[in-house]
């Protein structure tokens, strides 16, 4: 028997898609099935003002095969040395969707992020005076905090702080880990929503070290215990609107992964809607799919839903998605839920 659901066409509310090679390789992956995103600031060197949004946004839109529609919605990497004008001026433009910030350290290409977040002040109180958007990799980076603890410690020392010295600069708390993360989010009234990734609604940190480790499965933040999992599952198929989609897929070929020093990224593009789909049925809420997935997130960024949709189909038979994909400079693994999905996204 088949069964199918309709929904607006979805977006992606944090991605990654490098550059190069590997941009040519990952963004059809993307650009099938959604519509627009949220593009991740943190290349080598990263993209730090207007103009280099501008000409990262016109390599993706080079690199975009004929025929596919996709609007990268382009993201500032905050420094202590950014210019509020320049994020005034590209927001003004319509160039600039979101300005990310990342702790100095705390993931890929995160060095150049703030150490002292007295030295961003000047940029977030411009930033709330335009009601641009702060997206916010919630991680301490302090060695002594254990790595399970850091998102939690975040929210208490640097979060909450930040968004009491201004209340009305939006804030995303991206790929929130932890129940913690959920309840921080749930507990504020206004400006401040959370994406969650589809690879944390799926593993738990057993998943990444238990039998054997599984460097496929190691993204930052870290996956947490089973309870923090299934608060997520809770939070993003409840309805809740200060809850969406942000995948985090983030590609990195094979070699880098399956290292001594593995690389932090789950792959999740080719396969996120369908993945998407059997978890929230599983929870009896495919009905809040397109909540999650295609209408929260444009409310939270005040831009309107897409006007076309997409079709997700069930079948009798598992679905068959690619092991892999191929780019110039190596192969990037697939996100594997490690059970067999029957959802396609038809
Ligand atoms: O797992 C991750 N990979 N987390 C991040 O925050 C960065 C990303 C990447 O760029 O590879
Ligand atoms: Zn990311």
Same mark, same amino acid.
């Given at each position: 028997m088949t069964q199918s659901l309709t929904i607006a066409r979805p977006d992606d509310w944090h991605l990654h898609l490098r550059d190069g090679a590997m941009l040519q390789a990952v963004l059809p992956e993307t650009a099938r099935h959604f519509q627009r995103a949220i593009i991740m600031p943190n290349l080598v060197p990263p993209v730090v003002t207007?103009?280099?949004?501008?000409?990262?946004? &016109?390599? =993706?839109?080079? +690199?975009? #095969? %004929?025929?596919?529609?996709?609007?990268?919605?382009?993201?500032?990497?905050?420094?202590?040395?950014?210019?509020?004008e320049d994020v005034a001026a590209a927001h003004a433009s319509g160039l600039v969707k979101a300005v990310k910030l990342y702790p100095a350290g705390a993931t890929t290409n995160s060095a150049s992020g703030v150490k002292d977040f007295d030295k961003v002040r000047p940029v977030l109180d411009k930033m709330a005076e335009i009601g641009l958007n702060l997206c916010i990799h919630g991680e301490v980076t302090n060695h002594e905090v254990d790595?399970?603890?850091?998102?939690?410690?975040?929210?208490?020392?640097?979060? &909450?702080? =930040?968004?009491? +010295?201004? #209340? %009305?600069?939006?804030?995303?708390?991206e790929h929130i880990t932890t129940k913690d993360g959920v309840d921080y989010a749930k507990s504020n009234e206004k400006n401040l929503?959370?994406?969650?990734?589809t690879h944390h609604l799926i593993i738990n940190r057993n998943h990444i070290l238990a039998g054997g480790i599984k460097p496929h499965y190691y993204c930052l933040p870290v996956a947490k215990r089973e309870n923090h999992r299934l608060a997520l599952v809770e939070a993003a198929t409840s309805g809740d609107k200060r809850f969406f989609l942000g995948t985090d897929s983030a590609p990195h070929v094979d070699p880098a992964k399956e290292s001594g020093c593995g690389c932090a990224g789950c792959f999740t593009a080719t396969n996120t809607m369908a993945l998407l789909a059997h978890v929230f049925e599983e929870e009896?809420?495919?009905d809040k799919l397109e909540g999650f997935a295609s209408l929260n997130g444009p409310a939270h960024y005040g831009l309107p839903v897409n006007q076309d949709k997409i079709t997700l189909v069930k079948s009798d038979k598992p679905t068959v998605f690619p092991a892999k994909i191929e780019s110039g400079d190596g192969p990037v693994t697939v996100f594997d839920p490690g059970y067999p999905v029957y959802w396609d996204v038809k």
């Open positions: 207007g103009a280099q949004a501008k000409a990262y946004k &016109d390599r =993706i839109m080079a +690199a975009l #095969p %004929d025929g596919m529609s996709f609007d990268p919605l382009m993201v500032l990497y905050l420094t202590e040395d950014t210019d509020p790595i399970f603890d850091r998102e939690a410690v975040f929210i208490e020392t640097v979060l &909450d702080p =930040i968004r009491k +010295a201004n #209340p %009305d600069l939006k804030v995303v708390m929503s959370a994406t969650i990734t009896g809420a495919l």
